[in-house]
């Protein structure tokens, strides 16, 4: 599990994730303690296996070297890719706060979802694109004598594999935002499109987990592993992004209107350090809806974390601290808005879950209500 590296103060600093590595045209750039095990990872397994076998009778010195440099150099091309996500962003008037790069490459985080189809097509397809590119430049590159060629071609490879990783069509990996732009364009709604492409997204984390149990059987431990890792992380993000999308929603209805969709469900046995890692960190003055068997059993926000010892967070979960469901409102999206924040008035609370019938909705934010755009 990750640290909470560089998080001194006891405020959630929404940038506090990671070590910040820098700034590239207004981007931040910042590196997720996990990224360090990947390094650590490719260093080892090039200097103590693949140069040696591809360049034999060398200082093990050397060896070590080209591993790390290639592993610095692995780093720069998954920053390479997602600047390029970034810069399409710009090119198409959508903010782009900041790269965070982690254990399964990066994240470029977008202040809003595209408007067309075509936009996000490209801001997709961008990332993946500009691997290859780097792919094929190394590859040229693979002639050269000794270590030097014997890294470019791994760096080739590796480039490869992440262009064509990013592309499988699950969701929220590139290809997942790609099939979705293509229905989004087919049949007109980014919503049905959402849920089709999720749908997608978990088959495609199932396919994995079909490949993990077949390496787990044949004895690649390490590999099975890994793709059950990237299985749960399709999956979790798939699953979320297919019941956001669920239910007709009538978007004349008042609450509607300033209800904000993509709030992640969170499980109620999730550790308090998960939450903050996951979650807050990227959305501080948020309130989460928590859920358990699937049905909604409280609320979770910023100010219920802080008042555990943060030495705790790795043991207690949110369900032993969270809002209980008798201490803030249940809204509809049929509401008026007057009466939402009446309501929230009452409870004196500045967030509340929605609903549409017994279907979970959105949350809905004091400040929104009061000032609606
Ligand atoms: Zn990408």
């Not at 189809?117 to 500009?130: C, D, K, Q, R, T």
Request: proline fraction near 6%; charge should be positive; include cysteine.
């Amino acid at each position: 599990m990750a640290r909470f590296a560089g998080q001194r103060s006891a405020n959630l600093d929404p940038t506090a994730r990671g070590w910040r590595a820098g700034e590239i045209g207004g981007v931040e750039v910042r590196i997720d303690p996990s990224l360090l095990l990947i390094a650590a990872l490719v260093t080892f397994s090039l200097a103590a296996g693949t140069l040696p076998r591809e360049v034999p009778r060398l200082n093990a010195a050397l060896y070590w070297l080209f591993g790390a440099l290639a592993a610095c150099i692995f780093i720069l091309s998954i920053l390479w890719h997602e600047m390029a996500h970034a810069l399409l962003g710009l090119r198409y008037r959508i903010p782009v706060k900041r790269i965070v790069l982690h254990l399964f490459g990066g994240v470029a985080f977008i202040a809003r979802d595209p408007e067309r189809p075509a936009h996000e097509f490209w801001i997709a397809i961008s990332g993946p694109l500009s691997s290859l590119f780097l792919a094929f430049i190394f590859g040229a590159l693979g002639n050269l004598p000794n270590l030097t060629g014997a890294v470019c071609n791994w760096l080739a490879l590796i480039n490869l594999t992440l262009a064509l990783f990013n592309l499988l069509p699950g969701f929220p990996l590139d290809g997942g935002r790609i099939l979705r732009a293509a229905l989004w364009h087919f049949n007109g709604s980014y919503r049905k499109a959402t849920r089709q492409a999720s749908r997608v997204g978990q088959a495609v984390a199932a396919l994995f987990v079909v490949f993990a149990l077949l390496l787990f059987v044949n004895g690649f431990l390490f590999n099975a592993l890994w793709f059950a890792l990237i299985a749960s992380f399709l999956y979790s993000n798939a699953s979320i992004s297919y019941r956001m999308s669920l239910g007709g929603l009538p978007s004349e209805a008042p609450l509607f209107r300033v209800l904000r969709h993509n709030v992640p469900l969170i499980d109620a046995r999730l550790p308090l350090a998960l939450l903050v890692w996951r979650y807050l960190n990227n959305a501080p003055d948020q309130a989460f809806p928590v859920f358990h068997n699937s049905a909604l059993v409280g609320m979770i926000t910023a100010e219920q974390v802080e008042r555990v010892p943060r030495l705790d967070w790795g043991k207690i979960r949110v369900g032993d601290v969270m809002l209980p469901l008798s201490a803030f409102p249940i809204l509809f999206v049929t509401e008026p808005l007057e009466h939402a924040k009446a309501q929230l008035d009452a409870y004196n609370v500045d967030h509340a879950p929605v609903f549409n019938g017994t279907q979970f909705v959105g949350m809905v934010n004091r400040r929104d209500i009061v000032h609606p755009t």
